[in-house]
Every structure is written in structure tokens, then in C-alpha cells.
């Protein structure tokens, strides 16, 4: 069975460290890989998606990038943490199907991270 | 620009009655729509979705409705059961070629199921 492992749970970073969340999945291979974060009060927002390595879309512009120097490994970064950079960041995966072919994406337990 | 959206951020509702949690969205090259719940600090979990050329789709407690004309989907759970209280968020799938698709989701909906 597929399962995706996500860490660290928590983590509290000063303004203007980097940052450093992998996420890695397991069973599958080729999936698509995703970047969510979902702010206090607010949904899910997608950061980023990729479908292969070193194949990345960023969806909104901002403080972040994110690499994937594996098949199965999602790494989201930052050279210098904002305040603003607080939330709860989920990694999800998902198959690759066709057109009118379901591909929920299944989610890891995401990452609690407090900018201070 | 909110591609998906849930208007009501709360719902709450007797144990035993329906509850019926709304979805509308604007861009007309969604595929498939689907509903992921959510208990704080964990990941969502993946309910049910709908097809885009459906309009009805059925497991056990949970049905959702899609009106593609208006836009609109809904998410109906009868009965309502006390661990069915979480955030639902509603999400919309576009299918990318090669092989990709992603989610677009909505703000979410706090559902309260009362004794």
C-alpha cells in the first residue's frame, strides 16, 4: 500500500532562517507531488505541483521553492523565513490517470510551522 | 480570483438529520469535484467525488449533487453522526497533459454534529 511521510510534525523557526520540509512517498511510483498550506482561517492553498522530477509549477508567487531530486521525495524551502511564511503545510500525492479518470490526492499529516 | 468557493465557514446540525454543505465554482474546465475532510493538525482525507458528465454519486452515508449549470455542487451526509464533525473542504480537479492534475480547494466548511 501507498503512504506518504511528512516531516517534521512541528517546527518554530526565527524570522529570516531557512527552512527545510521533506516529504517522501512510498508504494507508488510516478506520482504527481504537491505543495499545499493552509493559513490560520483560511483553506487549502496550493504552493506548488510536480509531475516528474525536477518538473515544477509554482502556483503563486512567493517566499518559497520547491525541489523534487527524486522520484518519490518533495522538498519545500526557503533561503530566509518570513512571518507571513506561518501555517500548516501539507505534502499530498497523487496517481497519474486520464481524462474523466479520478485522481484524488492523498495527504500527508503536514507541518505545523510558527514563524517567530 | 477564488476558482472554488464554500460560503458558509459553519454547520451546525442535530445527530440523526441531514447535513448539507455547499459548493460553488467558476471555471468551467474542472473535470472532477471532490470532498476531503479534515480534524485538526492532520492531513485531509479524501469522502467522495463526482465526475464531471454525472450528476449524482452515492457512497453510504454520503451523496454529493452536481448542477453543472449553476455551477453549484452540495455534499449531503444523512444521518448525521458526532464523529462526522470536521472541516469539509470542497475541491476541483483540472487535468493537465502529461499526465498531471491538480486540486483547487475551497475554504472549508466547519460541520458540528449535536447530540
Known amino acids: 500500500s501507498q503512504t506518504i511521510h511528512q516531516w517534521p510534525a512541528t517546527l518554530v523557526q526565527p524570522v529570516g532562517s531557512p527552512l527545510s520540509l521533506e516529504c517522501t512517498v512510498e508504494?507508488?511510483?510516478?506520482?504527481?507531488l504537491y505543495w499545499y498550506r493552509q493559513a490560520a482561517g483560511r483553506g487549502l492553498q496550493l504552493l506548488f505541483y510536480?509531475?516528474?522530477?525536477?518538473?515544477i509549477s509554482s502556483e503563486v508567487p512567493q517566499n518559497l521553492s520547491a525541489s523534487r531530486p527524486q522520484d518519490r521525495q518533495f522538498i519545500l524551502s526557503s533561503k530566509k523565513l518570513l512571518l507571513s511564511d506561518s501555517g500548516f503545510y501539507l505534502c499530498a500525492w497523487s496517481v497519474k490517470e486520464g481524462l474523466l479518470k479520478n485522481t484524488e490526492a492523498f495527504f500527508g499529516q503536514g507541518t505545523r510551522l510558527t514563524v517567530v | 480570483d477564488q476558482q472554488v468557493k464554500q460560503n458558509s465557514p459553519s454547520l451546525s446540525v442535530q445527530e440523526g438529520r441531514i447535513s448539507i454543505l455547499n459548493c460553488d465554482y467558476t471555471n468551467s474546465m474542472f473535470d472532477y469535484f471532490l470532498w476531503y475532510k479534515k480534524y485538526p493538525a492532520e492531513g485531509p482525507t479524501f469522502l467522495i467525488s463526482?465526475?464531471?458528465?454525472?450528476d449524482k454519486n452515492e457512497d453510504g452515508r454520503f451523496t454529493v449533487f452536481l448542477n453543472k449549470s449553476a455551477k453549484h455542487l452540495s455534499l449531503h451526509i444523512v444521518p448525521s453522526q458526532p464523529g462526522d464533525s470536521a472541516v469539509y473542504f470542497c475541491a476541483a480537479r483540472v487535468f493537465l497533459t502529461g499526465g498531471g492534475n491538480k486540486l483547487t480547494f475551497g475554504t472549508g466548511t466547519q460541520l458540528k454534529v449535536e447530540l
Open positions: 510536480s509531475i516528474g522530477i525536477d518538473q
Open positions: 508504494g507508488t511510483s510516478n506520482p504527481n
Open positions: 463526482i465526475s464531471s458528465i454525472k
